[in-house]
């Protein structure tokens, strides 16, 4: 965060910052494995890896919670400024993505264990893993940002999202076709469509992250700026 962050004069200061760096990182990186973690359960119909998609979430809620006190206290103790305010509110909410898509994940496993005691492999798999992948990807690429304060690799993360809501579109209407065509399977299938709807929304919360990063930065808010606008807006070569 030296590129960001202004030279303090309590050396204390420049660690409370460098934590909560940390561990905003620490708590994507345990996120990012609970996604994948949670689309490879279903895929393989792998009930224990499901189980344990669930338990990782109480790592996410610890985390998220202490991140929130670190971030209330270095605005309550330090009355920062500048970048250094925009780094802690940019973190905060982004934390709050990160916690969300630790839900979204929590929900697929339990949707792999009600599509595991149906007892049969319902269409929908070959797109959940090519989403799941994009996904997953995203997140990865979002921290990654993060991490180097990249805003070119910010705006592509959020331009992603679209290839994945075109994705999702197509397999909506895959799937919608196919009950049509056989309403016995439309319980196993409706699972599948709720799987879809949480990696499309692991999706959405990835490209808010980038745009959080983007006002840490730029100091822009580009939460309702479209994602083809991006680098006119804050000036990049994107």
Not at 54 to 81: F, S, W, Y
Not at 130 to 147: C, E, F, K
Not at 206 to 222: N, P, S, W, Y
Request: charged fraction near 25%; aromatic fraction near 4%; glycine fraction near 6%.
């Amino acid at each position: 965060m030296k590129e960001l962050t202004t030279d303090h004069i309590s050396q204390q200061f420049n660690n409370e910052l460098e934590l909560l760096r940390q561990h905003f990182l620490t708590m994507g990186g345990v996120v990012e494995n609970q996604v994948q973690d949670a689309v490879q359960a279903l895929l393989d119909a792998n009930g224990s890896l499901a189980e344990d998609v669930k338990n990782q979430d109480a790592t996410v809620n610890q985390l998220d919670g202490l991140i929130d006190e670190e971030c209330r206290r270095i605005l309550a103790k330090r009355q920062p400024a500048a970048s250094d305010l925009r780094m802690i509110l940019s973190i905060s909410k982004a934390v709050s993505e990160l916690e969300r898509m630790g839900d979204e994940a929590k929900k697929i496993a339990n949707l792999t264990l009600n599509l595991i005691n149906e007892g049969e492999s319902p269409r929908g798999y070959v797109e959940i893993n090519r989403i799941g992948q994009m996904v997953t990807r995203m997140i990865h690429d979002s921290l990654d940002a993060y991490a180097r304060l990249d805003i070119d690799a910010a705006i592509k993360v959020a331009k992603q999202d679209r290839a994945v809501d075109q994705e999702y579109n197509t397999a909506m209407r895959s799937l919608v076709t196919y009950m049509m065509e056989d309403p016995r399977s439309i319980s196993r299938v409706i699972n599948v469509i709720w799987v879809l709807r949480s990696l499309e929304r692991i999706g959405d919360h990835a490209r808010h992250t980038c745009q959080h990063l983007i006002f840490m930065v730029k100091g822009v808010d580009v939460r309702h700026v479209n994602v083809n606008d991006l680098a006119g807006e804050v000036g990049t070569k994107s």
